[in-house]
C-alpha cells in the first residue's frame, strides 16, 4: 500500500490544504492511504471517520509533535498528549502506550533534531525523504537511518494540493487503521519510494487531465 505519511490540513496554521480536497484527490494521485499530521493536534480525529472510505483510501490520524530537540511525528492513541513535552519523554511514552515514534526531517537546517530524537533507543523509524527538504538534507537522514539500523519512510509534508504524495512509502501488508500502522512500522515493513507517474483522466469534458 502507498501511504503518505506526513500530511497537513488547515488544521495546522501553515496548511491551506482540507480534508475535502485530500479525500477528493489521494486516490488519483497514487495513494492508497494518508495520514493526517496536524502540529501538535489529532483534532481531524474528530471530523472524519478513520479507515478505509467509500472510495477506498485509508484515512488516519497522527500528529506532528514539536519538541525542543526537533519534531516527531507520531502514530498511535496520542489524543490527550500534552504539548511541549521533551523528546525522551514523548519516544518513551510512545513505546509505552503502544504506538510509533518518527524522527521527522531530522537533518533539516532550519528544525533539526537533537540527541533526545537521534539518541533515542525507542525511535523506530526516520523520515529520510522528506517533499520539503533539499536533497542533501533527506541523504543525511538516509545515512543515520541506515547506521543505526532504523526503518526508513518518506512523507510529503504537504501543505498543498501540489505537494500531495510526492513522497509516498510502501507498506507491506494491508492497512485499515492506526494499529496496524503502527505494528507496520515498528516491524520495519516500509519502504520510501518514487511517487506513481501522473495519472491521466477526463475531467467530464473530454479533455485529459494530469495529476502531477
Known amino acids: 500500500m502507498r501511504f503518505d505519511l ?3 490540513t488547515r488544521l495546522s496554521p501553515c496548511s491551506r490544504l482540507s480534508l475535502e480536497v485530500i479525500l477528493e484527490n489521494a486516490r488519483g494521485r497514487g495513494l ?4 493526517l499530521t496536524d502540529h501538535d493536534t489529532m483534532a481531524a480525529a474528530r471530523l ?37 513535552l521533551p523528546a525522551r519523554e514523548v519516544i518513551s ?20 533534531a ?15 525523504e522528506n517533499g520539503r527538504n533539499t536533497p542533501e538534507e533527506n541523504a543525511a537522514a538516509a545515512r543515520f537511518a541506515a547506521s543505526r539500523g532504523l526503518a526508513p519512510v518518506a512523507g510529503s509534508d504537504a501543505h498543498s494540493l501540489e505537494e500531495l504524495g510526492t513522497r509516498p512509502v510502501a507498506i507491506e501488508g494491508t492497512v485499515q487503521c492506526r494499529a496496524d500502522l503502527v505494528a507496520a512500522l515498528l ?9 506513481l507517474e501522473a495519472r491521466r483522466a477526463s475531467d467530464g469534458c473530454g479533455r485529459a487531465m494530469s495529476f502531477f
Open 32 to 35: 492508497d492511504g494518508v495520514c
Open 6 to 8: 506526513h500530511v497537513h
Open 114 to 128: 537533537g540527541p533526545g530524537i537521534l539518541g533515542h533507543e525507542g525511535l523506530c523509524a526516520v523520515e529520510v
Open 187 to 195: 516491524a520495519g515493513r516500509c519502504t520510501p519510494v518514487p511517487r
Open 48 to 84: 472524519v471517520r478513520e479507515g478505509v472510505q467509500d472510495n477506498g483510501l485509508c484515512l488516519l490520524v497522527g500528529l506532528e509533535y514539536a519538541t525542543t530537540d526537533g519534531d516527531l511525528l507520531l502514530f498511535g492513541p496520542f489524543e490527550g498528549l500534552a504539548p511541549g
Open 93 to 112: 511514552l510512545a513505546a509505552a502506550l503502544g504506538g510509533a515514534a518518527v524522527a521527522a526531517h531530522p537533518f533539516r537546517s532550519w528544525r533539526p
